[in-house]
């Protein structure tokens, strides 16, 4: 099966597919946070993205609600692979690498060991990597935004 990670579901965060997903099961916050050693308090703010979860606690998440990190995320199954990147982003990830040697050798050394992951680790990875830069990208906007308003 091939997932093409450029079709998410925009109009919904993570944690509305999460909240979606605990409906569909007739679970409470109260249920799911008993399931995961968490507060209700804790699962309300994951679903209202206050707080985004953790790799980890995505997987979790997915036990819990017996569906795949991948539905968690809004990943919808297309029958095509996935693209390349486009210039842009290799431009982007170029420079981020020339700007920051530690970046480069983290990089590097992330290629190197590559060929030991088995697909949990490629998906762990990739569900980690989205979450960090869908939070960093809401983080610049809410800074932007603010920004504009001072």
């Not at 809004?74 to 095509?80: D, F, L, N, P, R």
């Not at 390349?84 to 590097?108: F, H, T, V, W, Y």
Request: a neutral charge; one cysteine or more; proline letters at 2%.
């Amino acid at each position: 099966m091939k997932y093409n990670t450029e079709e998410i579901r925009l109009e919904r965060s993570i944690g509305a597919n999460i909240r979606a997903r605990r409906l569909e099961l007739r679970m409470n916050q109260e249920e799911l946070a008993k399931k995961l050693g968490l507060t209700q308090a804790n699962v309300s703010r994951i679903e209202s993205n206050t707080k985004g979860p953790s790799a980890e606690m995505l997987i979790a998440l997915s036990d819990a609600l017996s569906c795949d990190v991948r539905e968690l995320l809004g990943i919808k199954e297309t029958g095509e692979p996935a693209r390349d990147l486009d210039a842009e982003a290799k431009s982007a990830i170029l420079n981020a690498i020339k700007n920051d040697p530690q970046l480069g050798l983290c990089l590097r050394n992330f290629a190197r060991e590559s060929g030991l992951f088995e697909d949990e680790d490629w998906k762990f990875t990739a569900a980690y990597l989205k979450l960090t830069l869908g939070h960093v990208s809401e983080v610049i906007k809410a800074r932007n935004f603010r920004n504009l308003g001072a």
